[in-house]
């Protein structure tokens, strides 16, 4: 069984920053890729920042220049350093992971419960 939990939220003024970490246990041959998603109050969730074991990053628009995703393979481990915090940043930030694990050769994507970040003066 794969898990993956987050940790780092909380509430952060306007302009601050918070770094949010995402941990892989379980039973599990390899990490393929590791990323980040959000879901506002009446939203869809959206990807904020993936990144592959091979180091290739992508982000979503809103999010370009102000947040940083990192993976510690050795770790297990998925960082995500915001920046620059904004109040439409306010949602709960889930964790993915497409995680290679016995019965699962070519991987799936296991999902953690979600922390919420809430950012407010």
């Known amino acids: 069984q794969v898990q993956l939990v987050e940790s780092g939220g909380g509430l952060v003024q306007p302009g601050g920053s918070l770094t949010l970490s995402c941990v892989a246990s379980g039973m599990f041959y390899g990490i393929d890729a590791m990323g980040w998603y959000r879901q506002a109050p009446g939203k869809e969730r959206e990807l904020v920042a993936g990144?592959?074991?091979?180091?290739?990053?992508n982000y979503g628009d809103s999010v370009k220049g102000r947040f940083t995703i990192s993976m510690d393979n050795a770790k297990n481990t998925v960082y995500l350093q915001m920046n620059s915090l904004k109040p439409e940043d306010t949602a709960v930030y889930y964790c993915?992971?497409?995680?290679?694990?016995?019965?699962?050769?070519?991987?799936?994507?296991?999902w953690g419960k979600g922390t919420l970040v809430t950012v407010s003066s």
């Open positions: 990144e592959t074991s091979g180091g290739s990053t």
């Open positions: 993915k992971g497409r995680i290679r694990s016995p019965g699962n050769y070519y991987g799936t994507d296991y």
